[in-house]
């Protein structure tokens, strides 16, 4: 299935029903008087999260949602009936704008959430509820209130507790592949990864959290560059971030590169959005089982370490060090309560 994480849509609520003006015609109540029912209340348009869905392809084909209209009133105290609220579902993790005011009208962060995107019209009054001691024959009923149209930008940020960035070819993906259940496309090309891939890692005591495979980051992403910022945006709602990181063939492998690299991912995330600087991070050196790596990774851990973050050396291939790099991000999770029960 395609990934689309951004979409605009147009939503038209139901107009209410019109209040009815009536007269009671009765063989045996000779007086009458006033039985226009008021009318019913037109649909609201409902947006609703569903963990079911990834991705929000199906709003670039169907953009229009209309919600039906509330009936009239009738005569002999019948009341219109109202519409039904039409409900639209979109992915966890979609934002909601205003795309007129730009204004973020709900944040959809978890199954079942909804959010009334357009609220139905109130049906009109009929003359029944204008009867008093006064006016005991009113002539008087009120025309249901319009719906409300909306036009609505969605984003989808995906909810991933982990975010594995790096620059490509690092083996983000082989990564992701290894220790969750996520089948990603694997190459050994620059942006192999086109869109990003969620896994789902077992981790002790029956727990799980998500993992996400972000699309290769270079210098000058925030700006658009190389796949750009339009997935930078997916590592936000991370409660923890991995800097994968690795020589790429035939580069010479100097520890100092995986440093420099290291810092112009940190630039980029900290240009994009300042709070990623804050997140809590680890270092993990991969490609461990080439010869290349192996003999000079000591020394490029010992150069990482001046970061005071957490630095671990993996092979994804060989499943080397992914027991304790699992372990170590459970630990982390868990510091914080974040962990969620499979």
């Known amino acids: 299935m395609k990934f689309i994480d951004q979409a605009e849509i147009e939503v ?9 003006v009536s007269f009671r015609r009765s063989r045996f109540i000779p007086k009458g008087g006033p039985d226009g029912g008021d009318g019913g209340r037109g ?3 409902i947006l609703r999260a569903d963990r079911e869905l990834t991705t929000l392809l199906d709003h670039r084909y169907f953009r ?15 009341f219109g009936a109202s519409a039904q609220d039409l409900i639209v579902r979109v992915p ?5 704008f205003d795309h007129t005011t730009n204004t973020l009208l709900g944040d959809m962060n978890c199954d079942g959430f909804e959010l009334v995107a357009a609220k139905g019209g109130r049906g009109g009054h009929g003359n029944l509820h204008y009867k008093s001691s006064t006016n005991r024959a009113p002539k008087r009923s009120e ?20 975010g594995v960035v790096g620059f490509p070819n690092t083996g983000k993906s082989t990564l992701v592949a290894s220790i969750s259940k996520a089948t990603p496309k694997i190459a050994d090309y620059p942006f192999t990864t086109l869109v ?11 727990n799980s959290f998500v993992i ?13 560059h190389g796949l750009g910022h339009r997935f930078l945006k997916h590592i936000e709602r991370c409660r923890i971030i991995v800097h994968l990181t690795t020589w790429l063939p035939g580069e010479d492998p100097d520890p100092e590169k995986l440093v420099e690299r290291f810092k112009i991912l940190e630039r980029e995330m900290e240009l994009f ?10 270092i993990v050196i991969s490609k461990h089982d080439l010869t290349e790596v192996h003999t000079i990774s000591d020394s490029a851990k010992n150069k990482l370490s001046q970061f005071q973050l957490p630095v671990l050396i993996i092979s994804a291939s060989t499943h080397e060090g992914l027991v304790q790099l699992v372990d170590t991000l459970y630990n982390c999770l868990q510091e914080e309560n974040l962990l969620r029960s499979s």
């Open 143 to 162: 025309s249901g209130l319009p719906g409300e149209n909306r036009k609505l930008r969605l984003e989808l940020k995906l909810l991933a507790d982990v």
């Open 64 to 78: 229009f949602f209309r919600a039906q209209n509330g009936q009239p009133g009738m005569g002999k105290d019948k």
């Open 273 to 282: 959005e300042p709070q990623l600087a804050r997140k809590k991070r680890i």
């Open 196 to 206: 990003p891939t969620l896994g789902v890692v077992q981790a002790r005591e029956h």
């Open 12 to 20: 038209q609520s139901g107009k209410g029903g019109d209040g009815c």
């Open 43 to 45: 649909g609201s348009v």
């Open 212 to 224: 996400a495979d972000v699309p290769g980051l270079i210098e000058g992403a925030h700006q658009g």
């Open 92 to 96: 966890v993790g979609t934002q909601i």
